[in-house]
Each structure stands twice: as C-alpha cells, then as structure tokens.
C-alpha cells in the first residue's frame, strides 16, 4: 500500500514553520498496559523538549515520569516493556502525573514528534487529557518519524528497532523504554 504524501508534507512543513517561529518541539513516547487507548492505560510517559535555533535542535527540557495505572499490568505488556506492578507502585496515578508532570511539560497546543505517535500515542494522551482534566489533546502540529521511515527507508518492517538499526541509531538503546525510545527517534 502506497502511502499518500501530500497531506503528510503539508504536516512537515507546518512544523517547521512553527519550529522556525520559536515554538518548541517535543518528542515524546509513553509506554502503555496494552494497546486499546480506551481500555488501556499509560505507565510511563518520556519526553525531550527541543528548541531548534540557526540551524540546530538544543535540548531545553526532558521529561521522565512513570504512572501506576490503578489496575494490575498484562503480564504481556510487561513482557514488552518490561514495566511490573512493583515498578509502579508507589508512583502517582494518573491523574497526580497530568497535572504535576505532563501537562506542565506539554502544556496547550505542543508541537510533537515521536515514532508511530500518530496511530498509538497521541490515542493514548487523548484519553489522558480528557480523564485528568476534561480537556481535549490538541496538538499544534505533529511529526511522526514512522511516515518517513516507511516512505524512505523500503524495510521490510518498519518498526523503530529496524529502523535505528539500519541507520546504526541503536547503540546503548533498550527499546520499548520510552526515554530511550524518544532517544533514539530523535537520532
């Protein structure tokens, strides 16, 4: 299936428009106790604000936070991110982690980027937003890393591992940890 650029570019642009105007991007991935945003639940939530300035991205702001769900973690999840129940525990819920780390470091109408944040992540902040505050999550633009490597790259699949590997970005990276997962993103 041929993706359609056009739509895709005009996002792109709109980006750097907005980059180039003093608006900061923040690339961002959360790790997740499953993968239906409207069941599911955010465990750990990273991010790396980025102020771009003659001709170079310049970190301003990093974010590392980790969320205990209120429900007990799929022993599949755990598998795949290798966050436990005991690993959250004692970390705020949810809605402490909206209004004490995310919001403050996202704030209204952030610019992001991450990988697949357009399909999975921005779903899951989605339903964040709303349960903690009652707001809508609306991004100012957005800068998904997949759509590049799937238009670009030609791999067989186009997962961020395969992808980071292929561009040897994936040195000292443990994937599916979501600060190391911004890390490698942004390389």
């Known amino acids: 299936m041929k993706l359609s650029t056009r739509p895709y570019r005009e996002e792109v642009e709109k980006v750097v428009i907005l980059l180039i105007a003093g608006h900061p991007l923040i ?3 959360v790790e997740t106790t ?31 936070c980790f969320i205990n769900p209120g429900m007990p973690i799929p022993e599949e999840a755990s598998r795949v991110n290798g966050i436990t129940n005991e690993m959250v525990a004692d970390r705020p819920d949810e809605w402490t982690a909206f209004e004490e780390e995310i919001y ?17 992540d921005n779903k899951f902040m989605e339903y964040l937003w709303l349960r903690s505050s009652g707001l809508e999550f609306k991004p100012a633009a957005v800068i998904d890393v997949l759509r590049m490597v799937q238009e670009k790259m030609h ?8 992808a980071a590997k292929e561009l040897g970005a994936d040195i000292g990276i443990k994937f599916h940890s979501s600060l190391d997962d911004v890390q490698v993103t942004q390389r």
Do not use: H
């Open 104 to 120: 403050p470091f996202f704030g209204d109408e952030p610019v992001l980027g991450g990988y697949n944040i357009a399909n999975f």
């Open 27 to 29: 690339m961002y991935d």
């Open 155 to 162: 791999l067989k699949s186009a997962t961020l591992e395969n």
């Open 34 to 64: 499953g993968l239906k945003s409207l069941t599911s639940k955010i465990l750990s939530c990273s991010a790396i604000k980025y102020q771009y300035k003659e001709g170079m991205f310049l970190e301003v702001g990093r974010m590392d």
